[in-house]
DNA sequence: CTTTTTACCTAACAGTGTTAGGTATTCTCG
DNA sequence: CGAGAATACCTAACACTGTTAGGTAAAAAG
């Protein structure tokens, strides 16, 4: 119902009845209607950690921030009610259960400034750019406005009409990657 | 009090507290709170077509690229909630007051698509990227996603710590730019 | 078999956007 | 100028939200 009708639009008296109980009952579970939604994001979001600590064995950088792109990409489309508590609210829950900030395993963003430090270090990135920092911010950026306009787009669809012709998620993201990781390193 | 605290934590009591009326009394000159967050934010979004309306006079269609980005960007960050209400949430307001989509003097979107038209048809881009609307879709993501993450991250902060060092807006945006105009171009 | 804990319920509260119905004030125009 | 109409505003109230208080029956513990 979350992932279906959004977070705001699914109301605890509609959980409630689905599974024949009154809301408050849910209260003797879970703490707030916000912790509800995060206990059930919390398993998706530690698979996409593992699948992070995956990659990290990659030796080459650059192929490592390929699959690191995809492996984001495919989590925001398998998983867009999550995505979304995640990076698109004004709100976001810092702490969620399991995953610790700052360890490169397990923070996407620190992994990705981690990979753009190693390609830094090994010389492969263009002499105008130097900062970790800033290309971690630009890579993210990048997948992620391409992964909220199509979420956003996606519940937009579903109350009326469509705007714009929009390609596929998946294969633009790589192409744009592509694109912008061939304009950043030599 | 919309761009201080938000659309949702902005109460039509709280309005009209703020200039002596009842709550009741605004929807005599408003239909509902949606509407008078849209008249309220009609005036900027006239003030960016306009705008591009400046920029489309350029002839070299990369040069006018960078126009066109620059002065979305700069719309953004003045008016973060009106950015906000147009792209981030899900339920966009389609029909903005005095804006009609099609046309490229007026439709952000449907502009950046005839820009790259024009460079697709003087051969400045590279052989495999051919499609206009995927290229559009490319440049519009990657800024959208810098222009969010700011201001989410904006509203985030006012309510706790800072998770992420981010580097200034405006600037990391042109640079990005470059970097994917760059990896798209030849 | 008693006591305590658990699971659940009904009512209700405080808050939201919004509407119905009534009352002054202002405007229109013969 | 003055009667009628339109406007501007108010007080109550509705339907909805997340959430809490207090009570009841069943299950678990000792």
Request: hydrophobic fraction near 40%; proline fraction near 3%.
């Amino acid at each position: 119902m979350f992932v279906r009708d959004g977070y705001e639009a699914t109301t605890m008296r509609a959980i409630a009845d689905k599974v024949d109980y009154t809301a408050t009952a849910i209260y003797h579970h879970f703490r707030s209607k916000e912790e509800l939604m995060l206990e059930l994001a919390t398993t998706d979001f530690r698979a996409l950690a593992t699948a992070f600590g995956q990659i990290g064995r990659i030796e080459d950088p650059i192929e490592r921030l390929r699959r690191v792109g995809e492996a984001y990409v495919e989590f925001a489309l398998a998983h867009p009610m999550q995505y979304q508590l995640m990076f698109m609210t004004p709100h976001p829950v810092m702490t969620v259960k399991g995953i610790t900030r700052g360890d490169p395993s397990q923070d996407a963003y620190a992994f990705l400034r981690r990979i753009w430090e190693e390609a830094l270090a090994a010389g492969r990135v263009r002499p105008e750019y130097t900062d970790a920092e800033e290309l971690a911010q630009m890579c993210w950026s990048s997948l992620h406005g391409l992964l909220s306009l199509h979420i956003v787009k996606h519940n937009a669809t579903q109350h009326g009409e469509q705007w714009i012709a929009w390609r596929d998620a998946g294969k633009t993201a790589r192409r744009m990657s592509e694109a912008l990781v061939r304009g950043l390193t030599r």
